[in-house]
């Protein structure tokens, strides 16, 4: 009989497991207030999760600011679309939106924020959705808000590490 020999895997690092214990919470929170779709906001916790809570806070609010300008410009360009009859309206409303949310993220001096302004822009433009066109816009925010607020408790509760702390940003 072959002996088995043992594989020494690496264990989950402390950020892996604090970021699906965060999205473990946003969806149990939305499974618990019945609220559709908890997307947006395991995507906010995936992404703001990092290695100290200053940095999530910081991610946080980048990730708000990008949610607020995609969902502003989203909403914007939803409404104009909704009054046009152009067979090639999503196309055009698409590409012009994308290039105005980029260009007022790099005004504004937030490139960071782009392509998350830019992906809540096209959930909102492309998104099917039987509520009005601002609920939409406002529930894509609110959930966005919900996975940072779900990060930062876990992260800050969850052995935080300090500032001066040696920390890996690989260990997701």
């Known amino acids: ?39 947006f906001a395991c995507s906010a916790a995936i992404i703001c999760m990092k290695e100290t809570v200053h940095y999530s806070y910081k991610k946080g609010v980048d990730r708000l600011i990008g ?18 009859a152009l067979m090639p309206t999503q196309s055009l409303i698409g590409g012009l939106g994308i290039l105005i949310v980029i260009y007022m993220c790099n005004l504004m001096q937030k490139s960071d924020t782009a392509v998350i302004s830019s992906i809540v822009f096209l959930s909102i433009i492309i998104g099917v959705s039987e509520k009005s066109p601002y609920l939409y816009a406002l529930d894509r925010i609110m959930d966005t808000f919900v996975g940072i607020i779900i990060t ?21």
């Not at 950020?15 to 609220?35: D, P, Y």
């Not at 949610?67 to 046009?84: A, P």
């Not at 930062?152 to 997701?172: A, T």
């Open 1 to 39: 009989m072959p002996s088995m020999n043992k594989i020494n895997l690496p264990k989950p690092g402390l950020r892996n497991t604090k970021t699906a214990l965060s999205v473990f919470l946003c969806i149990l929170l939305f499974e618990l207030i019945g609220r559709p779709n908890p997307l």
């Open 152 to 172: 930062l408790l876990v992260n800050k509760s969850i052995y935080p590490l300090k500032e001066d702390e040696n920390s890996s940003e690989s260990d997701m």
């Open 67 to 84: 949610t607020l300008l995609g969902g502003i410009v989203g909403l914007v360009f939803l409404l104009i679309k909704n009054n046009l």
